[in-house]
């Protein structure tokens, strides 16, 4: 079965770095997402990107936040200066280019996470 | 806003007995989807079940089925025959099917099942 990759599954940086972190989306997928999950909470929205542009993103996604797809398989979420509240787990997903009513294989895959560090 | 709440943020139940997990969203959409996603301590993101709103018929994957009441805005998930490897973190997730189907998630209940 196709899946979502994530690479690392685990980075340590120190505070004030930028970190990237890197998800290769199932193949025939067309709108990408980064999620995050800091230790014991729920999984929060940061972003979707679809044909190469934010579709929308939460207050969390600020300014030190960006994602790219520069070569049309990687997708990307770039941490700037990062701080120690961003350590967390961050899941990228995928689906297909339409979500409807009744079609069949609706879902979002999710990536097995990026678990990051910030010390 | 749509929001999702888990009132239960911890359960147990003894292997091969039953147990229901709670969930409860607030939309005004009318067309949605409503997921369980299980995270084991890898704290993978594992799909159990999905639940599309039009449909009226409770969805089943197994010994995994929900209880979905769209008046109530109720979709309770039922673990039938419990195992072991049921233990985890069960999260409750409503998706509009509109805009960028983005997933809103609830607190999570942590199931633990005893042997």
């Known amino acids: 079965e196709p899946e979502v990759t994530q690479t690392p599954s685990h980075q340590v940086t120190q505070m004030g770095q930028e970190v990237i972190l890197r998800c290769v989306p199932i193949s025939n997928h067309l709108y990408f997402y980064w999620y995050r999950q800091i230790l014991g909470q729920k999984v929060e929205f940061l972003v979707s990107?679809?044909?190469?542009?934010?579709?929308?993103k939460s207050e969390i996604f600020d300014d030190q936040f960006s994602v790219e797809r520069p070569d049309g398989s990687n997708f990307t979420l770039k941490i700037r200066s990062t701080k120690l509240e961003d350590s967390a787990m961050y899941f990228c997903a995928s689906t297909k280019k339409k979500i409807s009513q009744g079609a069949t294989g609706n879902t979002i895959y999710f990536g097995e996470g990026s678990w990051l560090t910030v010390v | 806003a749509q929001t999702v709440t888990q009132s239960q943020p911890e359960m147990s139940v003894q292997e091969a007995e039953t147990v229901t997990l709670s969930c409860t969203y607030d939309?005004?959409?009318?067309?949605?989807?409503l997921f369980w996603y299980k995270q084991p301590p890898s704290r993978q993101m594992i799909l159990v079940i999905r639940?599309?709103?039009?449909?009226?018929q409770n969805a089943t994957e197994n010994r995994f089925s929900v209880n979905f009441q769209k008046a109530a805005k109720s979709f309770s998930l039922k673990i039938s025959d419990s195992q072991l490897g049921d233990t985890a973190m069960y999260f409750c997730?409503?998706?509009?099917?509109?805009?960028?189907?983005?997933?809103?998630f609830g607190t999570g209940t942590r199931l633990k099942v005893l042997a």
């Open positions: 997730a409503f998706m509009r099917l509109s805009g960028t189907y983005k997933y809103i």
């Open positions: 939309t005004s959409e009318s067309n949605y989807y």
């Open positions: 990107f679809y044909n190469n542009e934010i579709s929308e």
């Open positions: 639940q599309e709103a039009y449909k009226q």
